[in-house]
């Protein structure tokens, strides 16, 4: 499993034929669908989702230890692959479930019976070469997911929303998206944007975004691999590194997600096919890293971030007359004070010299 690679869940809301059923022995069984394929999820920051058929296959076959879960919580286990009591299926229409769920879930069992519970979920892993972005005709930027390295759990949910927080989509893959009315390398401002983006709109005058002769030779080279080979990098890399090669300036929150690329894919180098004389060379990892413009970009961005974090800390210092303001309204203050003090205290001196 690829350790870089963040926990991501998606909900099917309305599953498909889930139900519950009993089976020869008279014991209680959950069916349903985890997944579907090719049916496009709801929009989960800027981008729908879809499914190609045959993307568990991998997974499946590899026997994984999966664990089918209430709400993916560790505190209603309902079955595991590695005990028998939950048996997975990729068919036709999509990742389909079988549940033999113990005596404790009575409650929740009544539940789908009822109908009161009607969704279900799963929580997966996905290398960045196995999934692929375009737009549709509306211009939503699509994420295709081709392959799922890992598969964590399936669920039965009990929340029929299909809000930011149950998504758990990960940053990498926010870090994909793209507005439709800007260039392919414009990024979005998502309510997902992390922190580091806040202050992303600001002119900085002063910083030179225009790419240097390095970033834009490495970015070229991801380009010519990526037409030599035909993989590595997603369709968003090929637009980053066309607009690099080109010279294209950047903007502030551009050069921001750079550096953030990189601190992310870091650990690609450790992979083989990195280094050249390596099997495999151009791995995909490299392949994607010159495309984003590499060592050179990396060291760029870091240093206009650099430059964009001590202008920001500028920014907010308070000028000369807003300190000299503040200052004298301390000292007035002050003075207010201690002539009170004083006050009271030649009173109190009064008094008790009339006490004695």
């Given at each position: 499993?690829?350790?870089?690679?963040?926990?991501?869940?998606?909900?099917?809301?309305?599953?498909?034929?889930?139900?519950?059923?009993?089976?020869?022995?008279?014991?209680?069984?959950?069916?349903?669908?985890?997944?579907?394929?090719?049916?496009?999820?709801?929009?989960?920051?800027?981008?729908?989702?879809?499914?190609?058929?045959?993307?568990?296959?991998?997974?499946?076959?590899?026997?994984?230890?999966?664990?089918?879960?209430?709400?993916?919580?560790?505190?209603?286990?309902?079955?595991?692959?590695?005990?028998?009591?939950?048996?997975?299926?990729?068919?036709?229409?999509?990742?389909?479930?079988?549940?033999?769920?113990?005596?404790?879930?009575?409650?929740?069992?009544?539940?789908?019976?009822?109908?009161?519970?009607?969704?279900?979920?799963?929580?997966?892993?996905?290398?960045?070469?196995?999934?692929?972005?375009?737009?549709?005709?509306?211009?939503?930027?699509?994420?295709?997911?081709?392959?799922?390295?890992?598969?964590?759990?399936?669920?039965?949910?009990?929340?029929?929303?299909?809000?930011?927080?149950?998504?758990?989509?990960?940053?990498?893959?926010?870090?994909?998206?793209?507005?439709?009315?800007?260039?392919?390398?414009?990024?979005?401002?998502?309510e997902f944007a992390s922190e580091e983006l806040?202050?992303?709109?600001?002119?900085?005058?002063?910083?030179?975004?225009?790419?240097?002769?390095?970033?834009?030779?490495?970015?070229?080279?991801?380009?010519?691999?990526?037409?030599?080979?035909?993989?590595?990098?997603?369709?968003?890399?090929?637009?980053?590194?066309?607009?690099?090669?080109?010279?294209?300036?950047?903007?502030?929150?551009?050069?921001?997600?750079?550096?953030?690329?990189?601190?992310?894919?870091?650990?690609?180098?450790?992979?083989?096919?990195?280094?050249?004389?390596?099997?495999?060379?151009?791995?995909?990892?490299?392949?994607?890293?010159?495309?984003?413009?590499?060592?050179?970009?990396?060291?760029?961005?870091?240093?206009?971030?650099?430059?964009?974090?001590?202008?920001?800390?500028?920014?907010?210092?308070?000028?000369?007359?807003?300190?000299?303001?503040?200052?004298?309204?301390?000292?007035?203050?002050?003075?207010?004070?201690?002539?009170?003090?004083?006050?009271?205290?030649?009173?109190?001196?009064?008094?008790?010299?009339?006490?004695?």
């Amino acid at each position: 499993m690829d350790e870089t690679s963040e926990l991501e869940r998606r909900l099917i809301s309305e599953a498909p034929t889930l139900e519950i059923n009993r089976d020869d022995n008279g014991r209680t069984v959950i069916r349903g669908y985890a997944a579907v394929y090719q049916s496009d999820s709801k929009n989960l920051g800027g981008f729908v989702e879809r499914l190609s058929e045959g993307c568990f296959d991998d997974v499946l076959a590899s026997n994984p230890d999966v664990f089918a879960r209430f709400n993916h919580s560790d505190d209603m286990i309902l079955g595991r692959t590695t005990a028998g009591t939950l048996r997975l299926f990729a068919d036709e229409r999509g990742l389909r479930y079988e549940i033999d769920p113990p005596r404790s879930a009575a409650g929740l069992v009544e539940s789908l019976e009822r109908g009161d519970i009607r969704n279900s979920s799963f929580a997966f892993r996905v290398k960045p070469q196995d999934e692929m972005w375009t737009r549709d005709a509306k211009g939503m930027q699509v994420r295709t997911i081709n392959r799922i390295d890992s598969l964590h759990d399936v669920a039965v949910v009990a929340n029929p929303a299909y809000s930011a927080a149950e998504a758990y989509v990960s940053k990498r893959a926010l870090s994909m998206v793209t507005p439709a009315d800007e260039s392919p390398v414009e990024e979005a401002e998502e309510e997902f944007a992390s922190e580091e983006l806040a202050l992303n709109d600001r002119a900085y005058d002063n910083i030179d975004f225009d790419p240097p002769a390095g970033v834009r030779a490495e970015a070229q080279q991801g380009l010519d691999w990526r037409s030599e080979y035909g993989r590595g990098g997603t369709e968003i890399g090929i637009a980053r590194g066309r607009d690099l090669s080109n010279g294209t300036k950047i903007s502030p929150n551009t050069a921001r997600r750079m550096k953030a690329y990189f601190d992310r894919h870091e650990v690609d180098k450790r992979a083989e096919g990195y280094r050249q004389g390596e099997p495999g060379y151009p791995s995909n990892g490299r392949i994607a890293w010159a495309l984003w413009s590499g060592d050179p970009g990396y060291s760029w961005s870091k240093k206009l971030v650099m430059q964009m974090n001590a202008e920001d800390a500028r920014s907010l210092e308070p000028e000369a007359d807003e300190v000299a303001t503040v200052d004298m309204t301390r000292s007035i203050a002050l003075s207010k004070a201690a002539g009170l003090n004083a006050l009271l205290l030649a009173n109190a001196l009064h008094q008790s010299t009339g006490k004695r």
